[in-house]
């Protein structure tokens, strides 16, 4: 077993670098940050240690000069707390990937092979992919002598049976282009169906489980028997349950209806359903949950509907994930609304009362800020909030790999 049980996870996007690292045997966060506006005079790095989060100005600085940035707050970091340099700690790098198409079923210790077939995947993610692969390439050229490893969005939701992932369109779509369901949030699902697993004090092998991943995105999967079965996202992240800005589920023809009424093209009206639509352009507010509550606390109707939209609208997917199940041992939870919103789970289980999942209102409010736990009654079945965490999943899977 190697002494090196540090990683550092990488989430490379256009503009930015949001790094962490994390000692994969503890689980502990020891630093963690956040690179922005890269390539701009307003460049910024911040970084969190013990809580205590400071930042400094890099101007101009391009991936790689963050990159730089990024290694020597970690050099110092590390030998303030250990006396010693990040390289004696440091085993391997781990890489948000968010999309491996059907070429990945499991995260991946990187080479130029799986580098080109992420490159081969671009086309079914040219805003992330390509920006995924040059995060990986700058670590390489600052790391040369530490392995790599890919954690893939998509590959939890591999084992989609086929009837689960085709669309009905022309079957050669498929074949030929790619087009079926992928799914997204897939390490955040793993994640906390295992932990609700250890919560329930069951096998994960023998858990039917529904995770509701609510951020900015959201998305709800279904996992039985420790595989993923069925999940709300599609070919791209824009299919399923309402989101920040996102539509979710939406009648197919309204791009062309659209297009006719309002003289849009397609990538006009794909914006729109993407950064304007969901919870800002139900309530024409904000896409923020915590803005539209207070609004909606103080009677501002569209602020409530966009609530009801959103609870009404998820509650109707998490039922559909029940008929791949066949039962269901535990709804959970997750991301920023999903663990901190007592409404919104309240409002979604007692739309899922055919089910007979009761709420403990005590538990439910009463949860503390990063806590978990369940928050029904002790009949039907029950409700979890797990609060996820991408980022250790992705520095589990490295040192697993790199071991
Ligand atoms: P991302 O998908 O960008 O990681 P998060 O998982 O942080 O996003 O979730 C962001 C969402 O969580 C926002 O809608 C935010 O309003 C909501 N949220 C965070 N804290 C609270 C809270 N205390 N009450 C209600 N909503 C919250």
Redesign the pocket.
């Known amino acids: 077993m190697t002494t090196k049980t540090h990683v550092l996870v990488i989430n490379c996007g256009s503009s930015s670098i949001k790094f962490a690292l994390i000692d994969a045997a503890s689980g502990e966060q020891i630093v963690s940050g956040l690179a922005e506006r890269l390539g701009q005079p307003e460049a910024m790095l911040t970084w969190r240690v013990d809580g205590h989060k400071d930042s400094g100005p890099i101007p101009g600085a391009d991936h790689a000069t963050a990159m730089r940035h990024i290694a020597a707050r970690l050099e110092e970091v590390t030998q303030a707390r250990y006396g010693e340099p990040v390289a004696a700690r440091l085993g391997g790098i781990g890489h948000r990937v968010v999309h491996g198409g059907e070429a990945f079923t499991a995260s991946t210790v990187i080479d130029e092979k799986v580098l080109a077939t992420v490159e081969a995947c671009n086309h079914l993610a040219p805003l992330h992919n390509p920006a995924n692969l040059l995060g990986i390439r700058t670590a390489q050229a600052l790391f040369p002598d530490l392995p790599q490893v890919a954690v893939f969005d998509t590959a939890f939701h591999q084992t989609l049976p086929k009837h689960a992932y085709l669309y009905a369109v022309p079957y050669a779509y498929y074949t030929e282009h790619g087009v079926r369901r992928y799914g997204f949030h897939g390490t955040s699902h793993r994640y906390v169906t295992r932990r609700a697993a250890q919560l329930l004090d069951k096998p994960y092998e023998e858990c039917a489980l529904i995770s509701a991943?609510?951020?900015?995105?959201?998305s709800a999967t279904a996992v039985l028997n420790g595989r993923s079965v069925d999940t709300t996202m599609g070919l791209t992240p824009l299919e399923g349950l309402v989101m920040?800005t996102r539509s979710g589920d939406v009648d197919p023809s309204l791009h062309s209806f659209l297009a006719g009424e309002l003289g849009l093209n397609l990538a006009q009206i794909t914006d729109i359903l993407n950064k304007q639509s969901g919870?800002l352009g139900l309530s024409g507010l904000s896409?923020?949950?915590?803005?539209?509550?207070e609004a909606a606390a103080e009677g501002h109707e569209r602020a409530i509907l966009a609530i009801e939209v959103f609870c009404y609208r998820l509650a109707k997917q998490i039922a559909a994930l029940a008929v791949p199940l066949g039962r269901i041992d535990a709804l959970i939870f997750t991301?920023?609304?999903?663990?901190?919103?007592p409404?919104?789970r309240a409002k979604t289980l007692a739309r899922l009362a055919v089910f007979g999942f009761a709420v403990d209102p005590a538990r439910n409010d009463g949860l503390p800020?990063g806590g978990h736990g369940l928050i029904t009654q002790p009949i039907g079945p029950a409700a979890l909030v797990v609060p996820?965490d991408e980022e250790l999943m992705i520095a589990q899977d490295t040192a697993g790999l790199i071991e």
């Open positions: 991943h609510l951020g900015n995105g959201c920040g919870l896409n923020d949950l915590r803005t539209l509550e991301g920023g609304i999903g663990e901190n919103s409404l919104v800020r996820t």
